[in-house]
């Protein structure tokens, strides 16, 4: 599985929101929006904005989303996450996340604060703001890099039970891609619990019976965390399998500590 730093997925999510970042606007059911200079949401949903024309007040269910203008906070969140500023972050992040509720950007901020929790060590507060994220917008359970993210979060907050029942479902819903991830992070899971047979198993399954998916990143990962495994059983086959990792997925980020271990 392709990892990816902290900063990098800063760096994403800054560049998406600087994309969708306009002036405040609401978006009616017609596709059609309002604009103005200001917005203020309450607290029941309604949405105020100011026009040329004056306020007008959209309540809730009359509109599609309402869009603030950025905060400056959410610039100042995101670099003192690429500065490993953690708990900076978050504290700025919990403050986008209640002035701008209904306004799009607590959703945005939501996605950093994730991040900020699992920078800071907080493992459970990560998971907490996944699920708050998920709050917000239910459309972020459809977002691979949101629900796989809480995934790892919980791995890391050692929420074995809970994290089973989700990885059991993705491998049951029948989509090949996700149910080779859940597998290898069953394997995690049991690695987690220094369960070092069972861990080699599970990723022996995924690099045998999902070949079919033909991801370099994904098998890679599997066939390099299955020879580390065996590594440690110490099992002559560990060597073959770093070995299958450079020949057959050379693509891999694992690929190169693989070949360290030829």
């Given at each position: 599985?392709?990892?990816?730093?902290?900063?990098?997925?800063?760096?994403?999510?800054?560049?998406?929101?600087?994309?969708?970042?306009?002036?405040?606007?609401?978006?009616?059911?017609?596709?059609?929006?309002?604009?103005?200079?200001?917005?203020?949401?309450?607290?029941?949903?309604?949405?105020?904005?100011?026009?040329?024309?004056?306020?007008?007040?959209?309540?809730?269910?009359?509109?599609?989303?309402?869009?603030?203008?950025?905060?400056?906070?959410?610039?100042?969140?995101?670099?003192?996450?690429?500065?490993?500023?953690?708990?900076?972050?978050?504290?700025?992040?919990?403050?986008?996340?209640?002035?701008?509720?209904?306004?799009?950007?607590?959703?945005?901020?939501?996605?950093?604060?994730?991040?900020?929790?699992?920078?800071?060590?907080?493992?459970?507060?990560?998971?907490?703001?996944?699920?708050?994220?998920?709050?917000?917008?239910?459309?972020?359970?459809?977002?691979?890099?949101?629900?796989?993210?809480?995934?790892?979060a919980m791995?890391?907050?050692?929420?074995?039970?809970?994290?089973?029942?989700?990885?059991?479902?993705?491998?049951?819903?029948?989509?090949?891609?996700?149910?080779?991830?859940?597998?290898?992070?069953?394997?995690?899971?049991?690695?987690?619990?220094?369960?070092?047979?069972?861990?080699?198993?599970?990723?022996?399954?995924?690099?045998?019976?999902?070949?079919?998916?033909?991801?370099?990143?994904?098998?890679?990962?599997?066939?390099?965390?299955?020879?580390?495994?065996?590594?440690?059983?110490?099992?002559?086959?560990?060597?073959?399998?770093?070995?299958?990792?450079?020949?057959?997925?050379?693509?891999?980020?694992?690929?190169?500590?693989?070949?360290?271990?030829m």
């Amino acid at each position: 599985m392709k990892k990816t730093t902290i900063g990098g997925l800063v760096l994403s999510a800054v560049l998406a929101a600087t994309a969708a970042s306009a002036a405040p606007y609401v978006e009616l059911p017609n596709g059609s929006r309002v604009t103005g200079q200001a917005i203020r949401a309450l607290a029941n949903g309604d949405v105020n904005l100011t026009t040329d024309m004056g306020m007008r007040t959209f309540p809730k269910g009359s509109y599609v989303r309402a869009v603030a203008d950025k905060p400056a906070e959410y610039d100042q969140a995101a670099a003192a996450l690429r500065a490993q500023k953690y708990d900076v972050a978050a504290k700025l992040l919990e403050g986008i996340v209640a002035k701008y509720r209904y306004l799009g950007w607590d959703v945005e901020a939501a996605k950093l604060l994730a991040q900020a929790r699992l920078g800071a060590g907080d493992a459970e507060g990560a998971v907490k703001a996944y699920e708050q994220l998920f709050l917000l917008d239910p459309a972020q359970k459809q977002n691979a890099d949101a629900v796989w993210g809480m995934r790892g979060a919980m791995l890391k907050a050692k929420q074995y039970p809970a994290l089973l029942r989700q990885l059991d479902a993705t491998a049951a819903a029948g989509n090949r891609l996700d149910a080779a991830k859940a597998q290898i992070m069953r394997g995690d899971v049991e690695l987690d619990q220094n369960h070092l047979e069972p861990a080699a198993l599970d990723y022996l399954r995924t690099a045998i019976l999902f070949a079919d998916v033909k991801d370099p990143a994904l098998l890679g990962e599997a066939t390099y965390k299955a020879a580390a495994v065996l590594e440690q059983l110490r099992d002559p086959r560990a060597k073959e399998m770093y070995k299958k990792v450079v020949a057959d997925f050379g693509s891999s980020p694992y690929a190169a500590q693989a070949r360290g271990k030829m």
